[in-house]
C-alpha cells in the first residue's frame, strides 16, 4: 500500500536529526502498518485512515528513535549526557512504539510485538494421555 505518512508527520511526534533520512523509518512503519491493516480487516475490527495514518507515525517515530536516541538529560559543563533507556522489548522499548499500539485498537500489533518478542506465533495443543476408546471401561462399570 501506499506510504501514509510524511517526514513532516514524523518531526511532529519526535525531534529529528536534518541530517539523517526518515525513508527507511517511514517505509518500515508502513510494512508494518500494512500488515496491522490486514489482520484487523480480518477481524472485523477495520481501522479507519486516519488511524492507520497515526500508528504509522507513530511507528516510524518509534523506528527513529532507536536509530537516534534522545536524552534524558545533558550538562554543557565538562560535556555530559544521559540518553533515554529501554522501557521494555520491541514496541515497548520506546514511548512512540507503545503509543502506537495503544492506538491500534485491534490489537494487531500488540500481538505482532508480542510474536517479535517470543521468536513467532505461539501455540498450543493437545494429546490425550488416557487409554484408547476399546480399552476404556464404561462408567456405570466403573468403581
Known amino acids: 500500500?501506499?506510504?501514509?505518512?510524511v517526514d513532516a508527520d514524523v518531526e511532529g511526534i519526535v525531534e529529528v536529526d536534518s541530517t539523517i533520512s526518515l525513508t527507511p523509518f517511514i517505509t518500515i512503519a508502513n510494512l508494518l502498518t500494512d500488515r496491522?491493516?490486514?489482520?484487523a480487516s480480518?477481524?472485523?475490527e477495520a481501522l479507519t485512515d486516519d488511524e492507520a495514518k497515526y500508528i504509522e507515525a507513530w511507528l516510524a517515530a518509534?523506528?527513529?528513535?532507536?536509530?537516534d536516541e534522545g536524552y534524558t538529560s545533558k550538562k554543557t559543563g565538562d560535556a555530559s549526557a544521559t540518553f533515554k533507556?529501554?522501557?521494555?522489548?520491541?514496541?515497548d522499548s520506546t514511548h512512540y512504539g507503545q503509543?502506537?499500539?495503544l492506538l491500534d485498537t485491534s490489537g494487531c500489533l500488540a500481538e505482532i510485538s508480542k510474536e517479535a518478542e517470543t521468536?513467532?506465533?505461539t501455540t498450543v495443543g493437545i494429546d490425550w494421555l488416557g487409554k484408547p476408546p476399546s480399552e476404556q471401561t464404561d462408567y456405570?462399570?466403573?468403581d
Not at 62 to 67: G, M, N, Q
Open 85 to 91: 533507556g529501554m522501557t521494555g522489548k520491541s514496541l
Open 1 to 5: 500500500m501506499a506510504v501514509r505518512i
Open 119 to 121: 521468536g513467532g506465533k
Open 140 to 142: 456405570v462399570d466403573r
Open 99 to 101: 503509543t502506537a499500539k
Open 42 to 44: 480480518a477481524r472485523d
Open 62 to 67: 518509534h523506528f527513529y528513535s532507536i536509530r
Open 36 to 39: 496491522v491493516v490486514t489482520c
